[in-house]
């Protein structure tokens, strides 16, 4: 009997823990989504859907969610297909191939903020990059932040640079477990670099793209740490994401309720992303199944 209690009170922690930080926020959250909820005076009216209509009709998170998806499909593509190259070039007994792992991944585990503000420094007029381009380009005045065209580009290089490492390692661990077998058939098969490839590596290391890419996509439509270090959506909301678009509306203007339909919002954004993701790895998953069997 008291072995059974105590069954009981190990995991009470972490159970608890979820509880309160996780699944009550989270319900609370949803009814806050349906009511008019002041945060400094602690007032609900319950309003149903009125929040959702007023965001389909709010210019300034229309913006924010058509800068959220230029961001998504501006750095997934690039961040994927540069991993994957790099992964590939590392994959080869090349010199250096482990100072160049961790030359890498160490913007991966630097902490974000401080990569922004190098960053927003390097952006700036005065840096050594705006000097240097500003001899072949003409670059905007007051540096690269700035400018309404210029400085959701800049933040878009700038996450690409700082989470490829991550996934390089990710490709490298894929890549080194594709069984060598299977390269030597189409060498015997006499099949040239691009054909191995797409018959041998990715099919191979396809459950790992598919994890990479919902991953990669996941984190991009929640991007907003780079936003609020660089610059707080300005200028003029060319910048502003949807959680900063959640964060000011909660946070600044105590508008929870609206907040809250926000980010319901965009959690079912995400949901719906990531089930297509699902459901078109999952489709060409079985076209390649018979073509690898037979090979």
């Not at 961001?71 to 994927?80: A, D, K, R």
């Not at 580009?153 to 490829?164: E, K, L, T």
């Amino acid at each position: 009997m008291a072995q059974t209690k105590a069954g009981f009170l190990l995991p009470l922690p972490w159970t608890l823990t979820l509880l309160v930080i996780w699944i009550f926020p989270l319900l609370w959250s949803l009814v806050l989504a349906f009511a008019d909820y002041n945060l400094l005076s602690g007032e609900l009216e319950w309003i149903g859907t009125e929040n959702f209509k007023r965001l389909f009709s709010d210019p300034n998170f229309l913006q924010a969610l058509k800068n959220t998806f230029v961001f998504v499909i501006g750095t997934l593509p690039f961040t994927t297909l540069f991993a994957l190259l790099l992964a590939m070039a590392l994959n080869r007994p090349v010199w250096g191939k482990n100072f160049f792992k961790a030359a890498f991944f160490i913007p991966t585990i630097t902490s974000l903020v401080v990569v922004a503000l190098i960053f927003t420094q390097l952006y700036s007029e005065g840096s050594w990059l705006y000097r240097f381009l500003g001899r072949f380009f003409n670059l905007p005045s007051g540096g690269f932040l700035l400018s309404e065209k210029a400085a959701l580009p800049s933040i878009m290089i700038m996450d690409i640079w700082a989470a490829i490492g991550y996934y390089i390692l990710l490709f490298l661990v894929a890549l080194q477990n594709v069984p060598q077998e299977l390269y030597e058939a189409a060498r015997v098969e006499g099949a040239g670099p691009w054909q191995t490839f797409w018959a041998v590596t990715f099919p191979s290391i396809k459950p790992m793209l598919f994890f990479i890419v919902t991953l990669n996509t996941i984190k991009s439509f929640q991007v907003f740490t780079e936003v609020f270090v660089m610059t707080k959506g300005g200028p003029l909301g060319s910048t502003a994401t949807a959680v900063y678009f959640i964060y000011e509306e909660g946070l600044h203007r105590f508008k929870m309720g609206y907040a809250s339909a926000a980010a319901y919002l965009l959690f079912g954004i995400i949901a719906l992303f990531s089930y297509f993701l699902f459901k078109s790895f999952k489709s060409e998953a079985e076209v390649l199944t018979p073509a690898q069997t037979k090979a």
